[in-house]
């Protein structure tokens, strides 16, 4: 298959691509978690949930590989690196009993994928302590276990978690596809900035399209 992508034709094919989602999960779409305890606005999030519920939707009926991520730690946190932990002034910090339960622990309400993109039986749930998704994960060997060779991208926040997962993804050879509007980041500006330094140079990092382009490539639109 090929769609139009900038800046040039992205080509794949189904069976060696997957899917990936980043982090569609309550910490960082709804009030009450990680997100807003770092003083940010989540309602902006919000709006790509419909255009990437359509692709995913439109991948599942094709049969495609689908891998979701969270950000989510240990409830002892010992995966959590007291850098981390300590950075900043948020509200609360990461483990600290919010409304949605302890702030980025793996199990607690917060931390739960949202319903509109629940993952489904088949699909792979990756827990990722880190912002990208290969940093101490297993994402690597289940990729080559299935000979997946590229990668389309949806999911939050557009210049932290979704291009750290696209640049290691990039240094371990996999072509890498974001679509536009089904990432989102708190601050507009970095939106479009990381969308721009991500195919900019010829690809260096990957190719961007609008979820249409896909979509139409798939027999949706
Ligand atoms: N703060 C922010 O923009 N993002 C994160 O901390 N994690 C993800 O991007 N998932």
Known sequence: MQIHANPFAYEFELDRTALVIIDMQRDFVEPGGFGETLGNDVSLLQAIVPATQSVLHAWRKKGGLVIHTREAHRRDLADCPPAKRNRGN??????????????????????????????????????????????????????????????????????????????????????????????????????????????????????TAPSTALLGALGNH
């Open 90 to 207: 948020p509200v609360l910090r990461i483990g600290d009993t919010g409304p949605m339960g302890r702030i980025l622990v793996a199990g607690e309400p917060g931390n739960q994928i949202i319903d509109a993109l629940a993952p489904v039986d088949g699909e792979i749930v990756i827990d990722k302590p880190g912002k990208g998704a290969f940093y101490a994960t297993g994402l690597q060997s289940m990729l080559q276990q299935r000979s997946i060779r590229k990668l389309i991208f949806m999911g939050v926040t557009t210049e932290v978690c979704v291009q750290t997962s696209m640049r290691e993804a990039n240094d371990r050879g996999y072509d890498c596809l974001l679509l536009e509007d089904c990432t989102e980041s708190y601050f507009p500006a970095f939106k479009t900035a990381a969308i721009e330094m991500i195919r900019a140079q010829g690809a260096i990092v990957g190719w």
